[in-house]
C-alpha cells in the first residue's frame, strides 16, 4: 500500500471522486476529521451510504480507545461493509487483541501516535495487519514541537518502522500537513521510503500521485534490479563498478517485488 487518502465521514459523497485520484486505500475518518457534536450522525451515516470507492479498499478509522465514540464506532465500522477499521492512538495490546478477535478476517491498522504506543509498538503490531506512525499526535504526546525536518520524532518513526518490520507487516508513514508544499511532501516521503516505509498516509487529493511517485520503483532502478539479478546467475560481481553481495541481491528483489505489486 502505497498510498491511503482520508475522507470525512461526515463526507462520504466525496467517495464517489476517489476514483480520479487513484489511491490505493481509503480511510473514512470518524476521529480527527469530525468534530465532537457531529460524531453521531457522521458515525449513523456509515449505514446509510454504501463504501465504494472506485476500487481501493476503504477502510474506517474509529475514535481512540477510551473515548466515548470507541465502542459505537467500532460496531459501527464493522457492520458498515468496510474492508477493514483503523485503531487510533493503539496503546494496549490487550485491547488490539480484542478488535482482532471483532475483525473476523478484516483488516487492521494500528496507529502509533504516543509515547507508550512507540514502547509497545512491537506488541501491538502482533495483532495487527499493517500500521501507521503519526507523528502530529506523538509530538503532542511528548510536549514537543515539529520542524520542517522531522529530527524531533526520527527516532520515535524508526522505532516503530523496526517493530513492524519484526512483526512482518507494512507500515504507512506520517502525515505532512503542508497540503500546498509537494516538495516538502515530496522529500518526507523520500525520507521514509529510506527508513523502509511502505507508504505514505494522505489528507488531501494532491498528495496520492506524490506518494506513488516515491513508493513506486522508477524504470532505471527495475532495469538496475533485474540487472543485478543477471550479474548473480552469470557469475558476475560487478554491476554498474559496483561489487555485488547478498545485500545488493536482496534489495532488487524487493525492488522488483515493489514493481509488481504496483503494477
Known amino acids: 500500500m502505497r498510498s491511503m487518502l482520508f475522507v470525512p465521514a461526515d463526507k462520504l459523497d466525496l467517495l464517489a471522486k476517489v476514483p480520479r485520484w487513484q489511491p490505493d ?3 473514512v475518518d470518524l476521529e480527527d476529521a469530525v468534530a465532537v457534536p457531529g460524531k453521531a450522525a457522521a458515525r449513523a451515516g456509515l449505514a446509510n451510504h454504501p463504501l465504494d ?3 481501493a479498499a476503504v477502510l474506517v478509522r474509529v475514535n481512540a480507545p477510551g473515548t466515548p465514540w470507541f465502542d459505537d464506532d467500532l ?5 458498515s461493509g468496510a474492508a477493514g477499521v483503523i485503531v487510533p492512538k493503539a496503546e494496549d495490546p ?3 487483541a480484542a478488535v482482532r478477535e471483532r475483525t473476523q478476517g478484516r483488516t487492521l491498522m494500528a496507529g502509533i501516535e504516543s509515547a507508550l504506543g512507540v514502547v509497545n509498538a512491537r506488541e501491538l503490531f502482533a495483532h495487527a495487519d499493517t500500521g501507521f506512525f503519526g507523528a502530529e499526535d506523538f509530538i503532542a504526546d511528548m510536549g514537543g514541537r515539529r520542524s520542517p525536518g522531522s529530527l524531533e520524532v526520527l527516532y520515535a518513526r524508526s522505532q516503530t518502522m523496526l517493530a513492524a ?8 508513514d506520517q502525515v505532512v500537513t503542508a497540503i500546498g508544499d509537494a516538495e516538502a511532501f ?3 516521503a523520500v525520507e521514509g521510503r529510506n ?4 507508504g505514505k498516509i494522505c489528507i488531501h487529493p494532491s498528495q496520492v500521485a506524490l506518494a506513488h511517485e516515491v513508493f513506486t520503483p522508477s524504470a532505471p532502478e527495475i532495469e538496475r534490479a533485474k540487472r543485478v539479478l543477471e550479474a548473480e546467475s552469470s557469475g558476475v560481481a560487478v554491476v554498474d563498478g559496483e561489487m555485488v553481495d547478498a545485500v545488493h541481491l536482496k534489495l532488487a528483489r524487493q525492488v522488483l517485488a515493489r514493481a509488481g505489486e504496483n503494477a
Open 25 to 27: 486505500a481509503v480511510a
Open 53 to 55: 470507492a472506485g476500487g
Open 75 to 79: 460496531d459501527a465500522a464493522l457492520s
Open 94 to 96: 490487550a485491547v488490539l
Open 165 to 172: 518490520r519484526l512483526a512482518g507487516i507494512p507500515l504507512l
Open 186 to 188: 515530496r522529500a518526507d
Open 195 to 198: 527508513l523502509g516505509f511502505t
